[in-house]
DNA sequence: CTCCCGCTTTGATGCGGGTCAAATGGCCGC
DNA sequence: GCGGCCATTTGACCCGCATCAAAGCGGGAG
């Protein structure tokens, strides 16, 4: 699964929360250095994914927690007649794995939508801490807060039943979640396809490619493939509210 | 907001969670007597709700989380456009409240749909004795996992593109979380109202009653008013299979 | 460079479900 | 028991999106 790259300092990579450009969003925020080293300590690895590798499969035993280091992956789930439904594309500092927890398997599975790298984070370990460090627990409940409230967003999207609008809000929240990251918000770099998207809007992908022509036709987005420039937001928004 | 019945005998309800017929599905699941007593301890208030009545609304502070006692009870929450989307339904021994701990302030209101009642759990504490109790961490964990699980069944629901397998989906998962109560599979007493419903699934609610109508023509059910009898379970299932 | 394959766009058609409208039925207060 | 109100059902119409079909377009392999 691992995929090691020997002319790369993976030391660099590797190791060490304490360099992470995403430390404040990930676990460690709000630690002091010694916490942080704690932290550290219990991430099994850092694990590089290629574009379509899978990070866990719907069944599997759960055994760890992922925390996106780099890239973007999906979660899906196929239902007993063989519908595949997404669930959510997942951005760096964004945590992974949770809902297995209630049933020692995972629920779904994740794949990686293009090359990404992962902290594996062993549950046993992460739990032993937890109770160790307030300051950690706090952090790690405010990060599956955070995907709670993502989901939520996902559910109001799927609840508006004019098509031009799911897709305005999906765009107007992958622009609100990029700003996390500290990236530009008005220029998205879409990683999924446009069927991934269409199946996560509850869409067919003919539709979502129309509505991108009818949104620049509007003027309020510029698209070129998958890249997305955000030129109207209070537009954009505005259709998103049906 | 808490409703004193003073002919009521108030000890034998609002207070130990050892002699509640929930406590094998909620928080004090799995821990021995003397943990149960610290959860006990930190219960702040058992409180009961009147159909209506509001447990917390959309942006005020977060101080607590919820543990359903009885009833059952909607989260909602509004578009800055003031559109209003139905999150979920929710029932005994769910926990609720969580998606707040991101931001400090809760992200939508609870209401609850006929007369309940919920264990009130201050958060500052039960961070603390989830601290020092292992069991309580771990299964405080699992009910959130489950609340995040259901979320991804209704996502999954709202994906189907064909009205009747949402609603067929729904009424199967309702099922199927009664079980966990241990009510019977097969008699659902629907506690929202065919607009609370229709929204819940993406749908408006003539559409709603119309499919009720339509799965009782094919047999799979029988409906009276919010009296729901599934008289054919891999039916109905196969009918959320679109 | 060229071929080929998968992704995306564009077009034509039909139907499911939204919309507007009205009737029915239960429940509560009086 | 009666009246009024709200929840629900039923009906008619029409639009938006799914469906089926085909044409561009871009990128990777050789």
Redesign the pocket.
């Known amino acids: 699964m691992p995929v090691d790259n020997p002319a790369f300092d993976l030391d660099q990579v590797r190791r060490h929360c304490a360099r992470c450009d995403l430390r404040d969003l990930c676990l460690p925020a709000g630690l002091d250095a010694a916490d942080v080293e704690r932290v550290d300590d219990i991430v099994a690895d850092r694990t590089s994914l290629a574009t379509g590798s899978t990070l866990y499969h719907a069944g599997s035993p759960f055994r760890a927690l992922y925390v996106i280091k780099t890239g973007s992956l999906k979660t899906q789930a196929v239902s007993e007649g063989g519908e595949l439904q997404i669930l959510g594309f997942h951005l760096p500092g964004e945590i992974m794995g949770f809902d297995a927890l209630a049933g020692e398997r995972h629920q779904c599975s994740a794949e990686a939508l293009e090359a990404s790298s992962v902290c594996r984070l062993p549950y046993a370990e992460l739990e032993r801490i937890c109770a160790a460090v307030p300051g950690l627990q706090r952090q790690f409940m405010r990060l599956v807060s955070r995907e709670m409230g993502d989901d939520h967003d996902h559910m109001a999207m799927m609840g508006r ?5 799911r897709l305005a809000l999906f765009l107007h929240s992958m622009s609100k979640r990029q700003t996390r990251l500290g990236r530009s918000a008005d220029q998205l770099t ?1 990683t999924m ?4 998207l ?1 199946n996560y809007l ?12 009818r949104l620049q036709e509007m003027g309020l987005i510029e ?1 070129r ?2 890249e997305i420039k955000i030129l109207d937001r209070e537009g954009l928004k505005s259709v998103g509210e049906c």
């Open positions: 039943n004019q098509a031009i609008a879409l396809s446009r069927a991934d269409a509850g869409l067919v992908l003919e539709t979502v490619s129309r509505l991108f022509g698209v493939r998958r």
